[in-house]
């Protein structure tokens, strides 16, 4: 496990997401749960049912102002971006990868 580049991907995620709760945020994203219930996380740190729901509410918003939506949610840690589920999985004990 390559701590450094752990701590450096948090310091990065709690940029974009509010400190009060980036700590659970990255926690449920590294455990693979949903951030809202105790499913198994499968798209964007949302277990099906929940990323449903957040298609349908962005589909739901005029098209110009779903991106500022987007970021919007990410912030208050209700989503994770795609960025942010790439380092999360490259995390993963499991898909380890030797250090360079
Ligand atoms: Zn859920």
Redesign the pocket.
Known sequence: MKGSEISRWIQMTEVQIKRAISKVVTDRAKTGV??????T?KKRG??????EQFRRAKAAIPRSEQADWEVEQIRDGKVLNGLQILEIRSTNVFSERSAS
């Open positions: 949903c951030l809202h219930c105790e499913s996380a949302l277990c099906s049912k929940h990323y």
